[in-house]
């Protein structure tokens, strides 16, 4: 039996994010049952009972780390403690060559201390490095400072890294050859079967009349909301644009300073197309809205493979992606790709309106082949289990 410690997704089963989906697709998918998944979960010190610390979802088992904390060094003491659980582990059960796959590069500064623990008990350290975090806008300089030298520290001791895009895999072979890093490339997955909701499902229909959405008639985002995302470019474009049909924009902006930011630089709340709706938890509904969107608008310029954006392909008919060398690595020709150049998406969003049935089935059936080719769960699980093994 060959056990993998999972560390760095927030747990499953998954809400929403892009890790947390990963793990839970990669243990639900799972065919070689001599592969045996330990998963952490975080939890909050209300959620935490250490009466009911351990469980089993999707046939992995399944272990509650307890936050010591809130605000950003949360994650990093939870990576560090959910290692420190699995060394443990490891130990107690006595388990002969083990994995421990760490998702993201938040605890470089400690991660020489800890692979001793690994290689101690026999393990072996795998490396998911996640997109250029220290890139995000979001983060304050002495912040992205650390997520650098993380990265770095992360790439020199992990003995294998499990790069999200070819992209991704280029970058970390050239800024960190000293190390001469050994990779390989493993994209997230995503699936082009149909949501199990019909067209009058009382959910669909409920959130339609909430928001005042037509079917086929909206643009959509899906994404987190920061500012690397182009949200201000892609707002900014649609208002300038002809089209009659809605932006709608699934994401969390309640309470974010990010949103009046926009308001104010942008005015879109005069613009009665622009809808900002909260979040969707629902995937099959999540995954109706998406088949009924007209169009859907991408515009992460942060390197990996986005999840949403595989989502998008699989499901939405046609595409329109923000032209960066992650996002066409993924589309292909089976999406229309923009510019930051001003007019560029304004102008793309009139040329997709203009397009006739036939030339949307076109893009959809290619985005849908690169999708089933390359980005199915079973396609991704397939190439995990052989590195695990």
Not at 70 to 95: R, S
Not at 111 to 129: A, Q, S
Not at 259 to 283: A, M, P
Request: hydrophobic share 35%; aromatic share 14%.
């Amino acid at each position: 039996m060959k056990h993998v410690f999972i560390v760095g997704c927030k747990g499953i089963p998954t809400r929403y994010g892009g890790f947390e989906t990963f793990v839970d697709k990669l243990t639900e998918y799972k065919k070689d049952e001599n592969i045996k998944y330990h998963v952490a979960c975080l939890k909050t010190k209300e959620e935490y009972d250490e009466k009911e610390t351990e469980y089993e979802y999707n046939g992995a088992h399944c272990f509650n780390i307890c936050e010591r904390m809130k605000g950003p060094a949360k994650a990093i003491f939870y990576d560090i403690d959910a290692i420190n659980y699995c060394v443990k582990y490891i130990q107690e059960h006595q388990i002969q060559d083990p994995i421990v796959y760490v998702l993201a590069c938040r605890i470089g500064p400690f991660i020489g201390r800890l692979k001793k623990k690994i290689k101690k008990v026999g393990g072996t350290l795998y490396v998911n490095p996640d997109g250029h975090e220290w890139k995000r806008a979001k983060w304050s300089g002495p912040v992205r400072k650390y997520w650098k030298i993380s990265e770095k520290l992360m790439v020199k001791h992990a003995e294998l890294l499990v790069c999200d895009s070819i992209g991704i895999e280029n970058y970390i072979k050239e800024d960190y050859k000293k190390y001469q890093p050994k990779t390989t490339f493993i994209a997230y997955g995503a699936e082009t079967s149909p949501s199990e909701l019909t067209e009058d499902a009382p959910q669909l229909q409920e959130w339609f009349g909430k928001f005042g959405i037509v079917p086929n008639q909206y643009y959509l985002i899906v994404g987190r909301f920061v500012p690397e995302n182009n949200f201000e470019a892609m707002i900014r474009e649609f208002m300038k644009s002809k089209t009659k049909k809605d932006l709608v924009i699934i994401t969390g902006y309640e309470g974010v300073s990010f949103y009046d930011e926009l308001k104010k630089e942008t005015n879109f709340e005069q613009d009665s197309r622009i809808k900002f709706v909260g979040t969707v938890y629902d995937q099959q509904l999540l995954k109706k809205i998406r088949e009924l969107a007209y169009g859907y608008l991408h515009g992460h310029s942060v390197g990996g493979t986005n999840p949403s954006l595989l989502e998008a392909l699989g499901q939405t008919k046609l595409n329109l992606l923000f032209d960066v060398i992650f996002n066409r690595e993924v589309g292909e020709e089976g999406a229309l790709y923009w510019s930051l150049e001003d007019g560029n998406l304004a102008g793309l969003l009139e040329q997709a309106d203009a397009m006739n049935q036939d030339e949307i089935n076109e893009m959809s059936q290619k985005a849908k082949e690169r999708i089933d080719s390359y980005y199915s769960w079973e396609y991704i699980r397939d190439r995990y289990e052989e590195i695990f093994r």
